[in-house]
């Protein structure tokens, strides 16, 4: 009843940038935290950034300086917009998102995930 799809991924040089998008859709009463995970080939899924409903940030210390997270309440909504990317930001990108609904309660909620992959 409640989805999350993202969009934005593709193949990109290093040093370019990229726009990741996230869209929450369903029964849905409020959405309270959003945030952006990341997991590479054989690696663990790892936090990228996280935002709260009232705008306040949070990055890992990797993408700090380069990744910069907002979202739209209006649109229910989240955005990464990721420059001076670097190979080694190679990774399947996931949103997620804690939503309150109107059935189901309050609950985590992932994307199907997004590639990106940066190569020359």
């Known amino acids: 009843q409640v989805q999350l799809v993202e969009s934005g991924g593709d193949l990109v040089q290093p040093g370019g940038s990229l726009r990741l998008s996230c869209a929450a859709s369903g029964s849905i009463f409020r959405v309270n935290a959003m945030g952006w995970y990341r997991q590479a080939p054989g690696k663990q899924r790892d936090l990228v950034s996280t935002?709260?409903?009232?705008?306040?940030?949070n990055y890992a210390d990797s993408v700090q300086g380069r990744f910069t997270i907002s979202r739209d309440n209006a649109k229910n909504t989240v955005y990464l917009q990721m420059n001076s990317l670097k190979p080694e930001d190679t990774a399947v990108y996931y949103c997620n998102a804690d939503i309150s609904t109107y059935r189901n309660g309050r609950g985590t909620y992932w994307g199907q995930g997004t590639q990106v992959t940066v190569s020359s």
């Open positions: 935002i709260t409903t009232t705008g306040r940030t």
